[in-house]
């Protein structure tokens, strides 16, 4: 299913990627899910908690992502998934990644060096964890 | 019987209901018969040697059943037990760009 993100939101995943750099940056993709296409209305930035390497792991709290959804629920939204930032690595899903995810969320995935975003593309986990779908990302 | 609250990315397992009432007298308890009830959600709770994900956190009321008494953590008619995600994710380790 593609998700639509606008430019403004677009704009501000790659600000937090950079503001976030050469750490992982992680946030919230807040919208509707109409069944044929997924509208991202809103993004939030969340808090990277990992302990440590932060350049190559990012950690979004449970009480973080409740509050989330019961922000976007009070918004008549929903959680539609999440963004992070891959410092100098392809925007594909790592194998921790996929151990990580849950289903039903979109994962989107900003590529980044030191200057800009490169890349950014969105992924979903198969049901049964094998792997991810792309979706793709319209304006 | 307990309650469990589902999840928005779990609720395709359990025909869309954002919460469901399950028998059982521990935390753990419930949470595998919600699994055995919804077969399908199993696999995204527990690894395939049974033991619960890292990134599903348990909340009985308020509280992480890890500073309770984990899944022996006693439950009760009308308790609320709450499963909710951490996000998490990274690169793999080889620099690869």
């Known amino acids: ?139 | 019987m307990p309650k469990v609250k589902i999840p928005s990315p779990l609720r395709q397992y359990t025909g869309g209901d954002p919460e469901v009432e399950v028998g059982g007298a521990t935390a753990g308890e419930a949470l595998g018969n919600l699994a055995s009830e919804h077969p399908d959600l199993r696999q995204h709770l527990y690894t395939g040697d049974g033991k619960l994900r890292s990134f599903v956190n348990v909340y009985k009321g308020d509280e992480d059943i890890r500073y309770l008494e984990g899944q022996d953590t006693e439950v009760a008619d009308g308790d609320e037990i709450s499963i909710i995600p951490s996000i998490a994710g990274g690169t793999a380790e080889r620099r690869c760009r």
């Not at chain 1, 976007?72 to 194998?95: C, T």
């Not at chain 1, 969320?105 to 975003?117: D, F, P, R």
């Open chain 1, 1 to 139: 299913m593609p998700l639509k993100i606008g430019a403004g939101d677009l704009g501000r995943i790659h600000d937090h990627a950079r503001d976030a750099y050469p750490e992982e940056c992680a946030g919230a993709l807040v919208g509707i899910d109409n069944g044929g296409i997924k509208v991202v209305v809103d993004v939030w930035r969340a808090e990277n908690t990992h302990e440590e390497e932060r350049s190559r792991r990012f950690l979004i709290e449970p009480l973080e992502v409740k509050k989330f959804e019961e922000q976007a629920e009070e918004k008549d939204m929903g959680l539609l998934g999440f963004y992070h930032s891959h410092p100098d690595h392809p925007a594909e899903p790592s194998e921790y990644d996929r151990e990580h995810a849950w289903p039903g969320y979109s994962y989107v995935i900003a590529s980044l060096g030191a200057e800009n975003v490169e890349d950014m593309r969105s992924w979903t986990l198969r049901d049964d964890r094998s792997g991810y779908d792309e979706e793709p990302i319209v304006g």
